[in-house]
T-cell receptor
């Protein structure tokens, strides 16, 4: 597609529920990244993929968070047993790889109530 | 370890004033990239510029200019003749060889341009 597409744009969920956030990167982009941005702060790295391989997941806060990109294109970030502290903007970005710049999606605003 | 510091949390200026947003970074790598992103009220992150550590030449793009000083580990951003549409949160970010292509962002500077 023309840009990085994320869905849903907004998600409100009850504490304890699982959520899945989707990212559709720019066609042909090798690398895909997930970031989390709390209100009033800069984005923080969660994980990234080259093609379907997860290269680095050091930013995932705990084992409730996981991500996959099974066919090297669309990626899903899953948060199990959500907690209020998980509320944030979740941003996806893609790039051609290497030190090329990213293109960010519009993000998914997650609110856990 | 990488670190980016944007000491100015909020800046308020009147339209047509010049404004400089400060960014100081830390890295042990000799090869790294520096970025600036704009986050307008609508919330998206808009890429503004990328510079590599071997190119200290300052850059100008219209009303925007960037001053890269390796000696002080700074990559400051100046907006000349600010406009109301420049109101946004601006983020500085760093990526180095040790981090793959991961970006470390600063905390952001909220710029408010008043008419």
């Amino acid at each position: 597609g023309a840009g990085v597409s994320q869905s849903p744009r907004y998600k409100v969920t009850k504490r304890g529920q699982d959520v899945a956030l989707r990212c559709d990167p720019i066609s042909g982009h090798v690398s895909l990244y997930w970031y989390r941005q709390a209100l009033g702060q800069g984005p923080e790295f969660l994980t990234y993929f080259n093609y379907e391989a997860q290269q680095d997941k050091s930013g995932l806060p705990n084992d409730r968070f996981s991500a996959e990109r099974p066919e090297g294109s669309i990626s899903t970030l899953t948060i199990q047993r959500t907690e209020q502290r998980d509320s944030a903007m979740y941003r996806c970005a893609s790039s051609l790889g290497g030190m090329n710049g990213y293109t960010f999606g519009s993000g998914t605003r997650l609110t856990v109530v | 370890a990488q670190k980016v510091t944007q000491a100015q949390t909020e800046i308020s200026v009147v339209e047509k004033e010049d404004v400089t947003l400060d960014c100081v970074y830390e890295t042990r790598d000799t090869t790294y990239y520096l970025f600036w992103y704009k986050q307008p009220p609508s919330g998206e992150l808009v890429f503004l510029i990328r510079r590599n550590s071997f190119d200290e030449q300052n850059e100008i793009s219209g009303r925007y200019s960037w001053n890269f000083q390796k000696s002080t580990s700074s990559f400051n951003f100046t907006i000349t003749a600010s406009q109301v549409v420049d109101s946004a949160v601006y983020f500085c970010a760093l990526s180095d060889n040790n981090a793959g292509n991961m970006l470390t962002f600063g905390g952001g500077t909220r710029l408010m341009v008043k008419p």
